[in-house]
């Protein structure tokens, strides 16, 4: 079994900072990308920025400049710091990763429970 856990989130003033991270953990051989999507209330998932294992990014276009994705491979964490943040940034932020948990098996997402950012003064 593959968990994922987030850390990070809370509440920050317009304009603040964050670093959200996230930890796989369980049996598994490999993780191919890891990323972030988040959910704002009323409204539909999105994806946020994924980073792969040989560390090419991608962000949704509302982020790119204020956030960054990075990755610790022998860790198996994923990093999102979120920078000039402003109150359309509130959502739960979910952690994703794409697993195998053996050689034989396919790909398999998986996601972590999530944790809340608010942005708000």
């Known amino acids: 079994q593959v968990q994922l856990v987030e850390s990070g989130g809370g509440l920050v003033q317009p304009g603040g900072s964050l670093r959200l991270s996230c930890a796989a953990s369980g049996r598994f051989v490999s993780i191919q990308t890891m990323g972030w999507y988040r959910q704002a209330p009323g409204q539909q998932r999105e994806l946020v920025a994924t980073i792969t294992s040989g560390g090419n990014t991608n962000y949704v276009d509302s982020v790119k400049g204020r956030f960054i994705v990075s990755r610790e491979s022998a860790k198996n964490t994923v990093f999102l710091q979120m920078n000039s943040l402003n109150p359309v940034d509130t959502a739960v932020y979910y952690c994703?990763?794409?697993?195998?948990?053996?050689?034989?098996?396919?790909?398999?997402?998986?996601w972590g429970q999530g944790t809340q950012v608010t942005v708000s003064s």
């Open positions: 994703t990763a794409n697993v195998r948990v053996s050689w034989s098996s396919l790909w398999t997402d998986y």
